[in-house]
T-cell receptor, first 114, second 115 residues
Framework: SQQGEEDPQALSIQEGENATMNCSYK?????LQWYRQNSGRGLVHLIL?????REKHSGRLRVTLDTSKKSSSLLITASRAADTASYFC??????????????FGRGTQLTVWP | GAVVSQHPSWVICKSGTSVKIECRSL??????MFWYRQFPKQSLMLMAT?????????EQGVEKDKFLINHASLTLSTLTVTSAHPEDSSFYIC???????????FGPGTRLTVT
């Protein structure tokens, strides 16, 4: 079964506001990644955070990781209508038998209104 | 960055026919590729892990005789949906794992519609 669970499942905000999405997982990980997917399209890799990191920034994105709570958050600041998409977290499994295997969460559908 | 392509990007087929989807790593070699299926408004579900030169490893509940995977070279894996039915209609996404460093790159997906 999937490791990651995101909340909220759907988020609707106005342009300029910040959007926060959360992800929880079940087992120990080496790293956690966030992806974006526009409707009907492939995945776009946003950011990877390793298990020994607590926070990472990339442009308007800020990711945090709390391994004690097995959770991560993705913050998009000053959102734009173009940020409208589904966002997924994905984890590997520390000690997993298949290198590269990822477990995806259910995703958060973000809608940013102009 | 590394690029993974999928062909076709979309396909419509009749029930009972077979459809082959290709996944290619364009500028790197991949000993491992993954095949995912995604239903509308849902997450990606791993179907199988494709290993070059050996048999694919299927996830529980995925019929290996229905979803045939062939990873014949370090840059190509194919997924064949045999005797397709409408319930097989979905978005199929592959990813390829590069070596040194290990990074995973996703293809753009293939939309399969079975009528």
């Amino acid at each position: 079964s999937q490791q990651g669970e995101e909340d909220p499942q759907a988020l609707s905000i106005q342009e300029g506001e910040n959007a926060t999405m959360n992800c929880s997982y079940k087992t120990s990980i080496n790293n956690l990644q966030w992806y974006r997917q526009n409707s009907g399209r492939g995945l776009v890799h946003l950011i990877l955070i390793r298990s020994n990191e607590r926070e990472k920034h990339s442009g308007r994105l800020r990711v945090t990781l709390d391994t004690s709570k097995k959770s991560s958050s993705l913050l998009i600041t000053a959102s734009r209508a173009a940020d409208t998409a589904s966002y997924f977290c994905a984890t590997d499994a520390k000690g997993g038998s298949t290198l590269g295997r990822l477990y995806f969460g259910r995703g958060t559908q973000l809608t940013v209104w102009p | 960055g590394a690029v993974v392509s999928q062909h076709p990007s979309w396909v419509i087929c009749k029930s009972g026919t077979s459809v082959k989807i290709e996944c290619r790593s364009l500028d790197f070699q991949a000993t491992t590729m993954f095949w995912y299926r995604q239903f509308p408004k849902q997450s990606l579900m791993l179907m199988a892990t494709s290993n070059e030169g050996s048999k694919a490893t299927y996830e529980q509940g995925v019929e290996k005789d229905k979803f045939l995977i062939n990873h014949a070279s370090l840059t190509l894996s194919t997924l064949t949906v045999t005797s397709a039915h409408p319930e097989d209609s979905s978005f199929y996404i592959c990813s390829a794992l590069s070596t040194g460093p290990y990074e995973q790159y996703f293809g753009p997906g293939t939309r399969l519609t079975v009528t």
